[in-house]
C-alpha cells in the first residue's frame, strides 16, 4: 500500500472513528477543547504506526480497539501531565445514559429518582483511581458488558473484570453511605 493509498484509507478511518473516539476522551480528560487535542494526537500516533507496519499486517489489526487503546493512552498521558488528584465528571449525568429497567413506568418522579442515581454514581466514579475511570464510566453510566467493555478498550476479558471489580470496591465504599443517607 503506497502512501496515497493509505492517506484515503486514514481519512475513512477517522470520519468513522472521530466521534467515538472524542466521546471516549471526553468522559477521560473532562474537556472538550482537551479531547479534541487527545483525538487528534491519537489519531497523529495511529497514522504514524500505521506507516510503519507492513501492509500485509495493517489487514489483521484490530482498527477500532487498537485506536481505543491508543486514545486512552494519550488522555491518561494528558491527565497525568496536568497532575488533577481526580477528574471531575459531574456533568456526565448529561451525557446518553441508559436508563434503568427496575420500573414501567415513565413518571417525573421515576426521571428524578433515575438522575439523582445517576448523580450519585458519577460522584463514586470520582472516587476511582485514574486507570479505573474508563472502564468504571463505560460499565456502570452506560451499562457495557465486560466483552464490549474489552472490545471498545482493546483489553483482555481478564483485565477488564479486575478492573472492573476494584472500582466497584472503591464505589459501593462512597455510595454506601449516601444510599443509607437517603
Known amino acids: 500500500m503506497n502512501t496515497d493509498s493509505l492517506d484515503t484509507e486514514f481519512e475513512q478511518i477517522v470520519r468513522h472513528h472521530e466521534h467515538k473516539l472524542y466521546g471516549f476522551a471526553l468522559r477521560i480528560v473532562r474537556n472538550p477543547e482537551d479531547a479534541e487535542e487527545v483525538v487528534q494526537d491519537a489519531f497523529l500516533r495511529a497514522y504514524r504506526a500505521l506507516k510503519a507496519i507492513p501492509p500485509n499486517k495493517r489487514d ?93 478498550v482493546g483489553r483482555p476479558l481478564g483485565t477488564v473484570k479486575s478492573h472492573v471489580y476494584r472500582a466497584a470496591l472503591r464505589m459501593r465504599r462512597f455510595l454506601r453511605p449516601e444510599l443509607h443517607a437517603a
Not at 91 to 117: A, G, K, W
Not at 119 to 133: D, H, K, M, S, T
Open 60 to 152: 489483521s489489526l484490530a482498527l477500532k480497539p487498537w485506536l481505543f487503546v491508543i486514545t486512552r493512552n494519550v488522555a491518561l498521558n494528558r491527565l497525568r501531565r496536568k497532575h488533577p488528584r481526580f477528574v471531575p465528571i459531574d456533568e456526565m449525568v448529561d451525557l446518553d445514559i441508559p436508563v434503568s429497567l427496575h420500573s414501567n413506568e415513565q413518571t417525573p418522579e421515576f426521571y428524578m429518582e433515575q438522575r439523582e442515581y445517576r448523580e450519585l454514581v458519577v460522584q463514586a466514579i470520582r472516587e476511582v483511581p485514574e486507570n479505573l475511570r474508563p472502564t468504571a464510566t463505560l460499565r456502570f453510566l452506560h451499562g457495557m458488558t465486560h466483552t464490549e467493555i474489552a472490545e471498545e
